[in-house]
């Protein structure tokens, strides 16, 4: 072999070990996961706006809320018929609010029926406004708050939105400041990672920021995580800080990693749209074959899915 072959298979050698350090953990190269075209989804009897999607771990139920403007925001639970169809909406029992103008949303659940939403009852005069119940048939009991030093107590913060893992160990939560007077929507967001003490408490692990430094990024405004059942795909919605105009795109992304252990990789975008047809609040299923979110459309928002392509 000539040295100008040896030196150009060397050259290749460094490119492709350099690709491998940037998307991974230095050791291991790592995919990131494709899917197909856009289907609707049929919510048979469903005569109002559906957001914030979640799927029961077991693939039984779809949990959404409707409009999300703090008005009269309540969740809502629906029974699979196939992929793409589901019945029987039913308001979830035991999550409403009696206040005027009230929010209950962003549904969320682990294997064992732990229930965790977001709700804005006695805010501001409590702070912590992450709940925590048991999910069984259609009612949520033993309702509590959950606390944790990833509440940061101060007014105008607030936990927008969290991903519960499938054994209910880890809380990826979504710390969000608002300023009416200052910002459309929240004026910056952050995302972190908390360990299980109980049900209703979690730690942020020591090593948060690490595990999420390629995400965190002050130049977006990202939330609505949602991890997947073996922990190793992290899928969010995230658009450019600053003023929201009709340029304004949303991406849902995900970040990857090899083992559940490791820093997770730098996002790729997977779908991108416009404000006029926003896409958020990405859920898997747990096989991680489907990807459910919503999507708005003219004076509404339906929930929309894929089929995973590759890998």
């Not at 998307?23 to 914030?52: C, H, K, Q, R, W």
């Not at 804005?120 to 992450?130: I, Q």
Request: aromatic share 12%; net charge negative; hydrophobic share 40%.
């Amino acid at each position: 072999m000539g040295t100008k072959a040896i030196i150009a298979l060397l050259l290749i050698t460094i490119a492709l070990t350099a690709c491998s350090k940037a998307d991974g953990d230095g050791n291991e190269p790592i995919a990131y996961p494709s899917f197909g075209p856009e289907i609707d989804v049929t919510i048979e009897g469903l005569t109002f706006d559906a957001m914030e999607p979640f799927l029961s771990p077991d693939g039984t139920y779809l949990f959404f809320n409707n409009i999300n403007d703090g008005v009269d925001t309540k969740l809502f639970y629906v029974t699979k018929v196939n992929d793409s169809t589901f019945t029987l909406v039913e308001e979830l029992v035991g999550t409403g609010q009696t206040a005027e103008f009230h929010l209950d949303a962003v549904p969320d659940m682990d294997a064992n029926g732990n229930f965790y939403w977001t709700s804005t009852r006695d805010y501001p005069a409590e702070l912590d406004n992450l709940f925590h119940g048991v999910f069984n048939a259609g009612n949520v009991t033993g309702i509590a708050r959950v606390r944790g030093d990833f509440n940061l107590n101060t007014p105008g913060w607030l936990i927008m939105d969290h991903g519960i893992s499938r054994d209910g160990q880890f809380l990826y939560f979504n710390n969000a400041r608002f300023d009416d007077q200052n910002c459309t929507g929240p004026c910056e967001t952050r995302l972190g990672v908390a360990e299980k003490v109980n049900a209703t408490t979690f730690t942020t692990l020591p090593n948060s920021a690490s595990i999420l430094a390629n995400i965190n990024d002050d130049a977006y405004v990202y939330y609505a995580p949602c991890i997947s059942s073996d922990n190793l795909e992290l899928y969010y919605t995230r658009y450019a800080k600053g003023p929201i105009t009709a340029s304004t795109r949303l991406e849902i992304c995900v970040a990857v990693r090899n083992h559940a252990e490791d820093p997770f990789s730098m996002p790729q975008v997977l779908f991108s749209q416009t404000i006029s047809d926003l896409i958020e609040a990405p859920t898997l299923t747990t096989d991680k074959q489907i990807i459910y979110y919503h999507r708005k459309i003219p004076g509404s928002h339906k929930i929309v899915m894929r089929y995973r392509m590759a890998p």
